[in-house]
């Protein structure tokens, strides 16, 4: 297991289209983080799972977002109806423990026209 | 929003150490200060963290104030390949409880040039 794994690496879809991302985490690894980053800025948090729990929901992630994790290993971030300003980069991060850093994968670079 | 300053940019030599300055000045007792950094279109790499002890691993020192209201990040030997964008992170609990989520500013841009 070399990382976190991401799936795929860019994506451009015409606006209104569904877009689906994977994430492959760390196998031992049960904390599961999704980001979103836009040019210049930082990564924005959007969603956090424990195993197959999802504990935690940024404002971010309005409803046309969705985030699994159904068997508590990979995840999957929906975007329904996509728009312009959904392009941005998504990154998915795992970690062991709640205080132990964070490793991100290399990131889905959406594009939205 | 970010709890933590840094300076935009910064630039140092290669072979000289690189320090990069964070205030932190609300942290409160229980929050650690943790650094990542980002290399043009890769992912965030997790670097160091701690609580209020200095640490230090194989790739970088943390040195945090006694106050804890701000800290730095030691690259003792910078070369070009530090160069990334740095980013110093407090870490909170959630409303929900338990669980630490970092809150990325925009972080220090470092240039190490030869």
């Known amino acids: 297991d070399t990382g976190v794994s991401q799936d795929p690496r860019h994506k451009i879809t015409k606006r209104g289209q569904n877009v689906t991302f994977r994430c492959d985490p760390i196998s031992e690894h049960n904390r599961l983080y999704w980001y979103r980053q836009t040019l210049g800025q930082g990564p924005e948090f959007l969603t956090y799972?424990?195993?197959?729990?999802?504990?935690?929901k940024s404002r971010l992630l309005s409803d046309r977002f969705s985030a699994e994790r159904p068997k508590g290993s990979f995840s999957t971030l929906e975007i329904q109806r996509t728009e312009q300003g959904d392009s941005a980069m998504y990154l998915c991060?795992?970690?062991?423990?709640?205080?132990?850093?964070?490793?991100f994968g290399s990131g889905t670079r959406l594009t939205v026209v | 929003d970010a709890k933590t300053t840094q300076p935009p940019s910064m630039d140092c030599a290669e072979g000289r150490a690189a320090n990069l300055p964070c205030n932190h000045s609300?942290?409160?007792?229980?929050?650690?200060v943790y650094w990542y950094r980002q290399i043009h279109s890769q992912g965030p790499q997790y670097i160091i963290h701690?609580?209020?002890n200095n640490e230090t691993n194989e790739m970088a020192s943390l040195i945090i104030t006694e106050d804890r209201k701000s800290s730095t990040l030691i690259l003792p030997h910078a070369t070009l390949r530090d160069t990334a964008v740095y980013y110093c992170i407090v870490s909170y609990p959630h409303a929900s409880g338990g669980s630490y989520i970092p809150t990325f500013g925009r972080g220090t841009s470092l240039i190490v040039h030869p």
């Open positions: 609300t942290i409160s007792g229980n929050e650690y």
């Open positions: 991060a795992s970690s062991l423990g709640v205080m132990d850093g964070y490793t």
């Open positions: 701690g609580l209020k």
């Open positions: 799972f424990q195993n197959e729990a999802q504990l935690e």
